[in-house]
């Protein structure tokens, strides 16, 4: 049949198809658009994540509390005043707290093992403790199990080679203990004290106060002071000493949280923490950017182990606002592990190991990520790094500063 052009053409499209297939075509394009967005997003958060994964470990502090103890200290009615606790002694490490650190050296090797040597460089690695027994023995033995002797520093039948453990006079220490004297941070703590918030929690304690002083035999007047005994009792019971009857209803239940309040108010605001947490960090961020730079020395430096004590962990974990007060039992470490990205990136991951029945968790300082960039760390930590402390320490006036108590 011949096309008649005055016949409507039946294969022509009629309007509204036309408006359908528009109306589909712009769907379609918004949500294809809407698609590559989110892959995009989606791209961006990968990649982040692959070049945050995708690092290599360049630098690790190590900082930890040393091993189980004998009591180092004691008071009036203690029925184990007189102990000579022979053949160990006061304030050493128990064969307890020997096995717990040495099995602390032995998880060390087997975490950083394909980061360290196989053997012991004294280049690659530096461990220094506060002069104190317990401390440097403690990280005697930490070494022992993280430096095995090969078969080329096997010396005798005895799997053991001696690592030198460095340490500063106690009224030099300008790192782990920080007993320098400094009339600053006594100032500063002595404004705290007297701060409505403190007083009403030492009003609170009061009865707590008396009952101990009485028990006790000794002045027991402060948070400082619960700590003390605290201390001495924890230590005599993990060496399975008998306790005084009267420790039943205080120890360790009523005694615990205000010793852990002691921590927390020695190293309560920025300025306090300038002047004892923020040494340490200034010299690990100077060892980061050192590392990172280059110019590191010496320049296979890649590994630092400092062994302190309770308050070294405290002080250091509140400058970094990462504490979330608890007792610093023994044998608490801290990872600090410095990465480089495939990117590029600088940066620093926190662990924390306060229990050798679970690993290490990671910690978060507050405004950044898990893996904290170097140059966004310096930013964030740049108020508790003190610039000149010996300048800073100074006061005004004629300060006397407290004699520091037994570490």
């Known amino acids: 049949m011949a096309f008649d052009p005055s016949k409507e053409n039946p294969f022509k499209p009629c309007r509204c198809f036309c408006q359908k297939r528009?109306?589909?075509?712009?769907?379609?394009?918004?949500m294809l658009g809407g698609i590559l967005i989110v892959l995009l997003v989606i791209g961006v958060v990968l990649g982040m994540t692959l070049t945050h994964n995708?690092?290599?470990?360049?630098m690790i502090h190590i900082i930890m509390r040393h091993g189980k103890r004998t009591p180092a200290d004691t008071f009036p009615t203690d029925p184990h005043i007189?102990?000579?606790?022979?053949?160990?002694?006061?304030?050493?490490?128990?064969?307890?707290?020997?096995e717990q650190v040495f099995e602390a050296g032995k998880f060390l090797r087997k975490r950083?093992?394909?980061?360290?040597?196989?053997?012991?460089?004294?280049?690659?690695?530096?461990?220094?403790?506060?002069?104190?027994?317990?401390?440097?023995a403690s990280l005697q033995l930490v070494n022992a199990g993280?430096?095995?002797p090969n078969s080329r520093q096997t010396w005798g039948p005895l799997k053991w080679q001696a690592i030198p453990v460095y340490a500063e006079p106690l009224t030099q220490d300008m790192l782990l203990l920080v007993r320098k004297p400094c009339p600053a941070y006594h100032i500063e703590r002595d404004l705290v004290v007297a701060s409505e918030e403190i007083q009403a929690k030492l009003n609170a304690s009061r009865g707590l106060f008396e009952a101990m002083t009485n028990y006790t035999g000794r002045p027991v007047e402060d948070f400082d002071d619960v700590m003390d005994v605290y201390s001495t009792l924890?230590?005599?019971d993990g060496f399975n000493?008998?306790?005084p009857d009267w420790t039943k209803e205080y120890y360790p239940d009523k005694m615990l949280e205000p010793t852990i309040f002691s921590f927390v108010l020695n190293a309560w605001n920025d300025k306090m923490n300038r002047f004892k947490g923020g040494l340490l960090l200034k010299k690990m961020i100077g060892d980061w950017q050192s590392k990172a730079k280059g110019t590191i020395s010496p320049p296979a430096r890649k590994a630092f182990l400092y062994g302190g004590h309770d308050s070294t962990i405290v002080n250091l974990m509140r400058t970094l606002k990462v504490?979330?007060?608890q007792m610093p039992e023994y044998g608490i470490t801290v990872l600090l592990e410095l990465s480089k990205t495939s990117s590029g990136i600088y940066g620093v991951e926190i662990f924390l190991r306060n229990s050798t029945s679970v690993p290490p968790f990671k910690l978060t300082i507050p405004g950044c990520d898990s893996f904290c960039p170097l140059d966004q760390l310096v930013d964030l930590t740049r108020n508790v790094i003190p610039e000149n402390w010996d300048e800073e320490c100074k006061s005004n006036g004629t300060y006397e500063v407290p004699e520091a108590g037994q570490p």
């Open 234 to 236: 924890k230590a005599e």
């Open 22 to 30: 528009k109306r589909y075509k712009t769907a379609t394009l918004a």
């Open 82 to 98: 007189n102990d000579t606790l022979y053949p160990i002694g006061w304030g050493q490490l128990t064969n307890d707290g020997k």
């Open 112 to 136: 950083y093992d394909a980061f360290l040597s196989d053997h012991y460089l004294p280049d690659e690695y530096y461990s220094q403790s506060t002069d104190v027994d317990r401390t440097k």
């Open 54 to 58: 995708d690092k290599e470990l360049k």
């Open 323 to 325: 504490w979330d007060s």
């Open 146 to 148: 993280l430096w095995p």
């Open 241 to 243: 000493l008998t306790l």
